[in-house]
């Protein structure tokens, strides 16, 4: 069984509605008539491409052409001509004079498809004729690449196969806007832990007080994942007179990097920084997808995944990366930064005004001298220190004192953190729950962790934030909709190291309880069989310390080396006074049986 079928019929009806719409102007002579609202959006779908010099010299000159059809021949190009111009509009002052109205109007569409969700949508693309297979063949992960069943078109092969192999794997594919590429994520080392910061939470970098200024080449990045929807500040040492006794300056000063919410499910990156003799300097974003959120992330306060957030200077331009993808650039232009006020901090600086806030998980922080970054680039999930390193903090757990959590800093520096209102959210570790499985017999064999909300759900499942659980989020349903014949799924991408005999755990809600405490349900791995879950199962409490966290055991399974797939389907409402669709996964353990 594939999951979920429902939710790829609904996107192949909208496909075919989308392809209905450009089919016509494809009948007639080409330029013979301008694109309907509808062509347009599809086939700025269809023309995501990485920019190559190539593309970016034939952006140039037809920008600066003159022409009168110069705009409509770099819609044809379609989304890699708005990264290019949005690289050139910097550097060239000609492309600059004519491209604004042209980027205004490109973002547009950008927008557009990524509020439908087209741009990265297996399953919409596979039914948009050749060009949408084409995509499809290019974009998906070689691990989802097959020959084509018999008797299937190319097209329904990528829609029944390869669109459902992504649906499942929802949360462990990473997009790599510089290669056009779905990427199954690498899993996070054990000393990258997440740091979750709230409110007024900050991390103060000792010794960091004037070390970045902008007129001199450097790269601020790092890895992040946003919770909530207000404004996040990210990292700043932002100063200006008045604003607190305790920072005395007479000018405006450093820099405020932070995330603007642009209504609900869009926000902006925006870089604020002081100039001589005393003003503001700023680079903003056009808005753009939180997180990228899959639809089982709607109504959550998790963005899905961490993103790579970059800002760098070249001494000449200012850039802003997000994913790898430049979002924003702009020239300097003589302006002259003043240097900040106070230690950097990741989060809310010291003394902030009240209405400065955080709201993130961090899990990677860089600064570097020179622009290590100019164009799109793929972002190393683990940041590695070099010659060039200026701060590179360890984000292994460590103790509270006073407190204040304390990140090293690996560079010769020792520009080490001082987090304040910050706390490390726990990981599930595989050598902790292997002690812990010897209370049900077992423990002998090695443990591999899934974390639930790395997989994909029905329409109703949501990922919560957490701070006690796995990772910081689990898994969630809560519902009073019967779903009818397809149930409530769920689906968790997993990988064994080898082959051999498996034994499945669920890790979450307690099923000492069975139905009156949550939904019994059935499961499944790859495409074995389904089993039911109907009744209590013994229960392992306080898994990693954690008195609500409980696991429970749920079968053997002999599987091959390589990736799988967990599934759990829901079977009915819980049976206690609310009676609804209700059960929290945190994540899938699988112990090997010796």
């Given at each position: 069984m594939r999951c979920p079928r429902w939710s790829l019929a609904i996107r192949a009806t909208l496909s075919l509605v989308l392809l209905a719409a450009v089919t016509p102007a494809s009948a007639g002579p080409e330029g013979s008539r301008a694109p309907t609202r509808e062509e347009s959006i599809v086939r700025w779908a269809l023309s995501y491409a990485p920019v190559t010099e190539d593309l970016r010299q034939r952006?140039?000159?037809?920008?600066?052409?003159?022409?009168?059809?110069?705009?409509?021949?770099?819609?044809?190009?379609?989304?890699?001509?708005?990264?290019?111009?949005?690289?050139?509009?910097?550097?060239?002052?000609?492309?600059?004079?004519?491209?604004?109205?042209?980027?205004?109007?490109?973002?547009?569409?950008e927008n557009e498809v990524e509020r439908r969700g087209l741009a990265q949508n297996v399953g919409t693309l596979a039914v948009l004729g050749a060009d949408g297979a084409a995509r499809v063949a290019r974009l998906v992960p070689a691990e989802a690449r097959g020959h084509v069943p018999a008797?299937?078109?190319?097209?329904?092969?990528?829609?029944?196969?390869?669109?459902?192999?992504?649906?499942?794997?929802?949360?462990?594919?990473?997009?790599?806007?510089a290669t056009d590429r779905l990427v199954l994520r690498e899993p996070w080392e054990r000393d990258q832990a997440p740091l979750r910061m709230r409110g007024r939470s900050k991390l103060e970098l000792a010794g960091t007080e004037?070390?970045?200024?902008?007129?001199?080449?450097?790269?601020?990045?790092?890895?992040?994942?946003?919770?909530?929807?207000?404004?996040?500040?990210?990292?700043?040492?932002?100063?200006?007179?008045?604003?607190?006794?305790?920072?005395?300056?007479?000018?405006?000063?450093?820099?405020?990097?932070r995330r603007n919410m642009r209504g609900t499910v869009t926000s902006t990156l925006e870089l604020t920084c002081g100039v001589a003799p005393n003003g503001w300097w700023t680079i903003e974003s056009a808005p753009l997808r939180v997180g990228r959120r899959s639809k089982a992330a709607q109504g959550s306060d998790v963005a899905r995944g961490f993103e790579h957030v970059a800002v760098t200077s070249d001494g000449k331009v200012v850039r802003l990366f997000r994913d790898g993808e430049l979002v924003a650039a702009r020239a300097i232009d003589g302006a002259r930064f003043a240097r900040g006020v106070g230690e950097l901090c990741v989060g809310v600086r010291r003394h902030a005004y009240s209405d400065r806030v955080t709201g993130m998980d961090v899990?990677?922080?860089?600064?570097?001298?020179?622009?290590?970054?100019?164009?799109?680039?793929?972002?190393?999930?683990?940041?590695?220190?070099?010659?060039?390193?200026?701060?590179l903090l360890d984000f292994s757990p460590s103790p509270t004192v006073d407190g204040r959590t304390a990140l090293r800093d690996l560079s010769p520096s020792q520009h080490d953190g001082a987090a304040e209102g910050a706390l490390f959210v726990p990981v599930l570790d595989g050598i902790q729950i292997r002690a812990d499985l010897a209370a049900l017999g077992g423990g002998a064999g090695e443990v591999i962790i899934a974390e639930a909300e790395d997989g994909g759900g029905t329409e109703h499942w949501s990922v919560v934030s957490r701070d006690n659980r796995s990772g910081g989020s689990s898994a969630e349903i809560y519902s009073n909709i019967d779903p009818g014949a397809e149930g409530h799924a769920l689906a968790v991408p997993f990988r064994l190291p080898r082959t051999g005999t498996w034994r499945t755990f669920v890790v979450g809600a307690g099923l000492e309880?069975?139905?009156?405490?949550?939904?019994?349900?059935?499961?499944?791995?790859?495409?074995?069989?389904?089993?039911?879950?109907?009744?209590?199962?013994?229960?392992?409490?306080?898994?990693?310390?954690?008195?609500?966290?409980?696991?429970?055991?749920?079968?053997?399974?002999?599987?091959?080396?390589g990736e799988h797939v967990f599934r759990m389907r829901l079977l009915a409402p819980r049976q206690g006074r609310d009676r609804r669709w209700s059960i929290w996964v945190d994540a899938i353990a699988f112990e090997a049986v010796p």
């Amino acid at each position: 069984m594939r999951c979920p079928r429902w939710s790829l019929a609904i996107r192949a009806t909208l496909s075919l509605v989308l392809l209905a719409a450009v089919t016509p102007a494809s009948a007639g002579p080409e330029g013979s008539r301008a694109p309907t609202r509808e062509e347009s959006i599809v086939r700025w779908a269809l023309s995501y491409a990485p920019v190559t010099e190539d593309l970016r010299q034939r952006v140039r000159e037809i920008a600066r052409s003159g022409a009168a059809d110069a705009e409509a021949r770099l819609m044809e190009i379609g989304e890699p001509a708005r990264r290019a111009l949005l690289a050139l509009v910097p550097v060239d002052t000609e492309v600059a004079r004519v491209a604004t109205p042209w980027l205004a109007r490109m973002q547009d569409l950008e927008n557009e498809v990524e509020r439908r969700g087209l741009a990265q949508n297996v399953g919409t693309l596979a039914v948009l004729g050749a060009d949408g297979a084409a995509r499809v063949a290019r974009l998906v992960p070689a691990e989802a690449r097959g020959h084509v069943p018999a008797g299937l078109t190319l097209s329904e092969s990528l829609l029944g196969d390869r669109a459902a192999w992504c649906e499942e794997r929802a949360g462990s594919l990473r997009y790599l806007p510089a290669t056009d590429r779905l990427v199954l994520r690498e899993p996070w080392e054990r000393d990258q832990a997440p740091l979750r910061m709230r409110g007024r939470s900050k991390l103060e970098l000792a010794g960091t007080e004037r070390l970045v200024g902008l007129n001199s080449p450097v790269t601020l990045e790092m890895w992040v994942r946003t919770l909530g929807r207000q404004q996040c500040y990210l990292a700043t040492d932002e100063a200006w007179p008045g604003m607190s006794p305790e920072v005395p300056t007479a000018v405006k000063a450093g820099l405020a990097l932070r995330r603007n919410m642009r209504g609900t499910v869009t926000s902006t990156l925006e870089l604020t920084c002081g100039v001589a003799p005393n003003g503001w300097w700023t680079i903003e974003s056009a808005p753009l997808r939180v997180g990228r959120r899959s639809k089982a992330a709607q109504g959550s306060d998790v963005a899905r995944g961490f993103e790579h957030v970059a800002v760098t200077s070249d001494g000449k331009v200012v850039r802003l990366f997000r994913d790898g993808e430049l979002v924003a650039a702009r020239a300097i232009d003589g302006a002259r930064f003043a240097r900040g006020v106070g230690e950097l901090c990741v989060g809310v600086r010291r003394h902030a005004y009240s209405d400065r806030v955080t709201g993130m998980d961090v899990r990677g922080f860089r600064l570097s001298e020179g622009a290590l970054y100019t164009e799109d680039f793929v972002p190393q999930q683990r940041l590695e220190k070099t010659d060039a390193t200026l701060v590179l903090l360890d984000f292994s757990p460590s103790p509270t004192v006073d407190g204040r959590t304390a990140l090293r800093d690996l560079s010769p520096s020792q520009h080490d953190g001082a987090a304040e209102g910050a706390l490390f959210v726990p990981v599930l570790d595989g050598i902790q729950i292997r002690a812990d499985l010897a209370a049900l017999g077992g423990g002998a064999g090695e443990v591999i962790i899934a974390e639930a909300e790395d997989g994909g759900g029905t329409e109703h499942w949501s990922v919560v934030s957490r701070d006690n659980r796995s990772g910081g989020s689990s898994a969630e349903i809560y519902s009073n909709i019967d779903p009818g014949a397809e149930g409530h799924a769920l689906a968790v991408p997993f990988r064994l190291p080898r082959t051999g005999t498996w034994r499945t755990f669920v890790v979450g809600a307690g099923l000492e309880r069975g139905p009156h405490g949550v939904s019994p349900f059935a499961w499944q791995v790859d495409d074995g069989p389904w089993t039911p879950v109907l009744r209590p199962l013994p229960t392992l409490s306080a898994i990693g310390g954690d008195p609500q966290l409980d696991l429970s055991p749920l079968g053997v399974s002999a599987l091959t080396a390589g990736e799988h797939v967990f599934r759990m389907r829901l079977l009915a409402p819980r049976q206690g006074r609310d009676r609804r669709w209700s059960i929290w996964v945190d994540a899938i353990a699988f112990e090997a049986v010796p």
